[in-house]
């Protein structure tokens, strides 16, 4: 990311975001610069609030002035992003079908998201410890993969690419797929030590399922 050009934008205009990453990649840059970003970064990761893609992506963030940048940012409209994390416009031909399901799921998660949101505004608790205010909204059946996979089916390749490359999706569409999605989505709503201890159980149960 490096002398990378930067922007303001909407989170909804962040979908070329880079691999998710499970740990905080060491910073880069010289010995002030870092340990300034790691007091920046330990304070504005969670105080941004984030969508969990995206404050996923800021893991993979190695440049310390990045972080240095962006120390008076107080919310997403603020944050001055890499430019190549924004939406880009293209054509169908630009797309193999791997490539374009790449592109379309995290646009499926904003489509649904009104129904999480729904979900957490339902719930004053945390449902494990029943104690702490909910911060975080999981899928527990089916599993994204699983639901991602039954849209795609449905819409066929070519329904996929036309709605990645759309600039808007059609709202018979998004209310097809908000319908479907509230029919099947058994979601939990977790406090943020919960929720930390739920995604490491579900890493466990993951890679012990797949070795």
């Known amino acids: 990311m490096e002398?990378?050009?930067?922007?303001?934008?909407?989170?909804?205009?962040?979908?070329?975001?880079?691999?998710?990453?499970?740990?905080?990649?060491?910073?880069?840059?010289?010995?002030?610069?870092?340990?300034?970003?790691?007091?920046?970064?330990?304070?504005k990761a969670h105080a941004w609030n984030l969508p969990s893609d995206?404050?996923?992506?800021?893991?993979?963030?190695?440049?310390?002035?990045?972080?240095?940048?962006?120390?008076?940012?107080?919310?997403?409209?603020?944050?001055?992003?890499?430019?190549?994390w924004k939406r880009i416009r293209v054509?169908?031909?630009?797309?193999?079908?791997?490539e374009a399901s790449q592109v379309f799921r995290p646009l499926l998660r904003k489509a649904v998201?009104?129904?999480?949101?729904?979900?957490?505004?339902?719930?004053?608790?945390?449902e494990r410890c029943h104690e702490g205010a909910p911060r975080q909204v999981w899928l527990v059946k089916p599993t994204w993969s699983a639901f991602c996979a039954q849209v795609e089916a449905a819409l066929g390749a070519d329904g996929v690419v036309q709605l990645v490359i759309a600039p808007d999706w059609p709202d018979a569409i998004k209310s097809e797929l908000i319908t479907s999605y509230r029919s099947q989505a058994q979601h939990v709503a977790l406090c943020r030590s919960c929720a930390w201890d739920y995604q490491s159980e579900r890493t466990k149960k993951h890679l012990f399922t797949t070795a």
């Open 91 to 98: 054509t169908p031909q630009d797309f193999t079908t791997e």
């Open 113 to 126: 998201a009104p129904v999480r949101q729904e979900y957490r505004d339902r719930h004053w608790r945390c």
């Open 54 to 84: 995206i404050r996923t992506a800021l893991k993979g963030i190695i440049d310390s002035r990045w972080w240095i940048i962006n120390h008076f940012a107080e919310d997403a409209s603020s944050i001055l992003w890499p430019k190549s």
């Open 3 to 43: 002398h990378e050009e930067l922007f303001c934008c909407t989170v909804d205009e962040l979908l070329n975001l880079p691999p998710p990453r499970r740990d905080w990649q060491p910073l880069q840059g010289d010995q002030n610069e870092i340990e300034w970003a790691e007091r920046i970064r330990a304070e």
